[in-house]
């Protein structure tokens, strides 16, 4: 009987987790979009889309009727995370320095993009995402002040601002020298010999599926990513259709892996390294808005996969 008793908050949770993505899920690529449109990062915006998530679906618990425009709402959530951030941010020690975001990136020409992530980046946090509601989503001044939990005469004098705004084109960074270990990784890689690359990674490494999974430790990321990337999984659903490759590429001053398979990259995955060794690998397979816009900044081929095993 206490098994049972343990077993029913679970079982619970994965019904309403269940219920709760039928609906927010197909929102998914929009959430993704503000983000990238606030962070100004590819990375940071996956990242801040699955937190909003993960804060929308714990909020749900506690409110007594449903959004009635869970869209707006989504924003919202995502809107309050943001600036909270940016306060967060402004209230750091003097001398603390944090790093930038990246400029804007999308399939649009380069010299557009660069104009238009100078523009986002002058605005203040307000600013920029009551700039965004309002000419990217098409949201109405009330919505928008709701969203950003403050007036429509504040949002009106916040767009006035925003658009006045002039811009200067940021320079190009530099190529990134990429540590030896990451070439070494794809030789491994792509002769398929799982003990160099186990040997490459530290003890305590992680393979993360942002939002998805974690595999901990070298000899999971082995027995459960690695191996099933480089031969197949049958089991999980997933067989090669071509030997895998694995190719490094510099994307804004970042090194990256590629993962083909055949004529598409499957895979685009970040890496942090220590010395000899790799640390950490965030693979975004199930982040088709961030594996999509890499691809696309990059002129490669792709194909994307959904938000988890099945949903694509």
Request: net charge negative.
């Amino acid at each position: 009987m206490s098994t049972q008793t343990d077993e029913q908050p679970s079982g619970a949770i994965q019904a309403s987790w269940r219920r709760f993505l039928d609906t927010y899920e197909p929102l998914r690529p929009d959430l993704y979009r503000y983000c990238r449109n606030l962070t100004r990062s590819p990375w940071d915006a996956e990242d801040m889309a699955q937190e909003t998530i993960a804060r929308a679906f714990a909020s749900l618990a506690i409110m007594a009727d449903p959004p009635r425009n869970p869209r707006a709402w989504l924003f919202r959530v995502a809107s309050n995370l943001w600036l909270n951030r940016m306060r967060q941010a402004r209230e750091l020690p003097v001398g603390f320095s944090p790093e930038l975001p990246e400029p804007a990136t999308s399939a649009e020409p380069r010299s557009t993009r660069e104009a238009a992530g100078t523009l986002l980046g002058q605005l203040s946090p307000q600013e920029r995402a009551a700039l965004v509601l309002k000419d990217a989503f098409g949201l109405s001044l009330e919505e928008v002040a709701e969203a950003l939990s403050t007036t429509t005469g504040a949002i009106k004098a916040a767009l006035h601002r925003g658009r006045g705004r002039l811009l200067t084109p940021d320079p190009d960074r530099d190529a990134p020298v990429a540590p030896a270990v990451l070439d070494a990784f794809c030789d491994a890689f792509n002769a398929r010999d799982l003990d160099r690359l186990t040997a490459l990674l530290l003890d305590t490494a992680t393979l993360e599926y942002p939002g998805f999974k974690i595999e901990s430790g070298a000899g999971a990321v082995r027995a459960g990513s690695l191996q099933g990337t480089l031969f197949g999984c049958p089991e999980g659903g997933y067989d090669l259709v071509a030997p895998p490759r694995c190719e490094l590429r510099a994307h804004r001053g970042e090194s990256i892996f590629l993962w083909w398979s055949g004529e598409e990259v499957h895979a685009v995955v970040r890496v942090e390294v220590d010395g000899d060794r790799i640390t950490r690998l965030r693979n975004y397979y199930h982040a088709p808005e961030v594996l999509s816009e890499v691809c696309r900044e990059l002129d490669v081929p792709f194909r994307t996969h959904g938000y988890r095993p099945g949903s694509a």
